[in-house]
């Protein structure tokens, strides 16, 4: 092997030599951290599949995008159903089913699913958000915290309710289409939007007068709640934007 500096080469051939030599260490640097960079890459990979949830019979891919949210079982008193979409996902309306369903046992309870035409209950009423938004709802729709709808443990789905805080006379005409609440002996679980309406949303549960109103469309049209909404006279025009849609005039019902 020669020496880069061997004086009895010529100098064009120790220059070209030299230049070789740089031009090597350079990518020898390079690629240095190219490797440590694609290990770091591959660390970080590892401990984000450790963390994924289950996999669903939905792609990876819309798992992958929707961010993990904290869901204890526990203190809802079920396990958590699929995100399919991710919480800055604008959520789609419809695509659920018809459903009244077999009784079913939680916690130790029993509940009986039945029409119930005079429904006419008071009770407490908590509210939920983050923690379910893009979730599938119990009827296959996907839950819409910023949508007016709630849960019930018994009524068809989805039907339509009127939810009035009996602590300020509010009243705001709801679509049910999940399943709960289970904790608390609770009467009825509504979305952030509904709460922020009915004036609770800091305070996490009201006193709530609940009152069956019929079937709802399976489409999910909202048109129907949101008139209700707007004809009543605390309400101030708020929280109501319209976007573009190709297939069908829609309405985005938002908290403020």
């Known amino acids: 092997m020669t020496s880069i500096h061997d004086r009895s080469l010529p100098r064009e051939r120790q220059a070209n030599l030299a230049a070789s030599s ?10 240095a951290r190219v490797s440590a960079s694609v290990l770091t890459a591959a660390v970080v990979s590892g401990c984000a599949n450790s963390e994924r949830q289950t996999p669903t019979r939905w792609s990876t891919d819309v798992t992958a995008a929707a961010p993990r949210t904290k869901f204890a079982p526990s203190a809802y008193g079920v396990d958590a159903s699929p995100r399919i979409a991710s919480p800055r996902t604008r959520i789609g309306r419809g ?7 077999k009784p079913y046992k ?62 300020n006379g509010r009243t705001v005409l709801v679509r049910v289409n999940d399943r709960g609440p289970y904790v608390h002996g609770r009467l009825i679980d509504l979305s952030h939007a ?18 069956y109103a019929g079937r709802a469309p399976l489409n999910g049209d909202h048109a129907r709640e ?21 297939s069908s005039n829609r309405m985005l019902l938002g908290l403020f």
């Open 22 to 31: 740089a031009v090597a260490q350079r990518f020898s640097r390079v690629a």
């Open 95 to 101: 695509g659920g089913t018809y459903k009244v369903g």
């Open 106 to 167: 939680i916690a130790g309870r029993w509940y009986v699913p039945r029409e119930e035409p005079n429904y006419d209950r008071s009770g407490s009423a908590s509210w939920y958000g983050d923690n379910f938004h893009g979730r599938l709802t119990a009827n296959g729709e996907t839950f819409d915290k910023y949508a007016l709808t709630a849960a019930h443990p018994t009524l068809p789905l989805p039907s339509y309710v009127y939810v009035t805080n009996e602590e």
């Open 194 to 211: 509904v709460a922020h309406h009915l004036g609770f949303e800091h305070k996490g549960v009201a006193k709530v007068r609940v009152r």
């Open 226 to 246: 949101l008139q209700y909404l707007a004809r009543q006279p605390w309400y101030r025009g708020r929280a109501i934007a319209p976007f573009a849609s190709r």
